[in-house]
């Protein structure tokens, strides 16, 4: 991975152990931070959405604005309606 998500940096570390032992995924995968310095580029992530039910996930990703050098983030939830019984209460005052 890449930026804070590497394992030599503490919080790279922490984030990785956090997901092999709770058993939660990152469901963003590209970078969300760009900064452009004269002729390089770095990529970083830095921002992440940690599950650890995925499949109620449809998508996650990363949203580029323009307007700043960090990207939003975002994750689709799988819509679920139930459908409850009709009821009918019949009482006496």
């Excluded at 058993?23 to 310095?37: H, V």
């Excluded at 499949?55 to 819509?79: C, N, P, Q, R, W």
Aim: charged residues 20%.
């Amino acid at each position: 991975m890449i930026g804070l998500y590497q394992p030599p940096r503490p919080l790279g570390k922490l984030l990785l152990d956090l997901e092999t032992v709770q058993g939660f995924e990152c469901l963003i995968k590209q970078p969300t931070r760009l900064d452009i310095n004269g002729t390089t580029t770095t990529a970083t992530l830095i921002d992440i959405l940690l599950t650890n039910q995925p499949d109620l996930f449809i998508k996650g990703g990363v949203f580029y604005t323009a307007l700043s050098d960090h990207m939003l983030i975002y994750g689709t939830i799988k819509e679920k309606s139930r459908k409850h019984s009709r009821k009918i209460i019949h009482f006496r005052s």
